[in-house]
């Protein structure tokens, strides 16, 4: 690519992420979403927190507390991606993808962590699994919604939910459960596979 191009590139993930102000109550927020963005897109070797917010000169703290602590409207975020995925995306041949997914995580103390089976790692392993609703059509593809699952032991431990920040109304939900929630609202947003009628 050339730099012009690159520019180019960056002037419309902004004007994409400026979509979403909305579903953050102040302008910090919003700048931490862009850093967050930038560094998933950047030529960085790791794209956790540390190393995004290094890069960007932001304290790694503040980062953190923008996944862990801050308040935004992640059903209207999530929403909003469905809505332009239907005006945007739509074909025909569209296909909608189910899947669950295991990262390997070292200790105890990750949310929804514990012993099972993770694809990635091919065997028992401790991990935490995620629940994911993608779409694919033609060349583009995105992941529509995701969820956490959370085992049942964790939903039984008070504190260890208080120490991870799982709120009270994250329960337990066998992964079809969790998966046939995320389809039904999609549908309701406009998303369309093949094969699928209203």
């Not at 180019?8 to 850093?35: M, N």
Request: charged share 30%; hydrophobic share 35%; proline share 5%.
């Amino acid at each position: 690519m050339e730099v012009s191009q690159v520019a180019e590139l960056g002037d419309r993930v902004s004007i994409f992420l400026s979509s979403f102000d909305d579903c953050f109550g102040r302008c910090e927020p919003r700048r931490h979403l862009r850093t967050y963005v930038g560094g998933q897109l950047s030529n960085l070797p790791r794209k956790s927190i540390e190393p995004i917010a290094l890069a960007a000169g932001t304290a790694v703290r503040t980062l953190q507390g923008f996944f862990e602590r801050t308040q935004w409207d992640e059903e209207r975020l999530r929403d909003r991606v469905q809505w332009i995925v239907a005006r945007d995306h739509a074909h025909p041949q569209a296909i909608g993808i189910v899947d669950e997914s295991g990262n390997p995580k070292k200790g105890r103390h990750t949310a929804a962590v514990q012993r099972q089976w993770c694809g990635r790692t091919g065997k028992l392993d401790n991990c935490v699994m995620g629940v994911h609703l993608s779409y694919v059509a033609e060349d583009f593809q995105c992941l529509l919604d995701s969820d956490l699952f959370l085992p049942e032991d964790w939903a039984k431990e008070p504190g260890r939910r208080r120490e991870c920040y799982i709120p009270e109304e994250v329960v337990y939900r066998p992964k079809t459960e969790i998966a046939q929630a995320q389809i039904r609202r999609a549908l309701a947003n406009g998303i369309r596979v093949a094969g699928c009628r209203d």
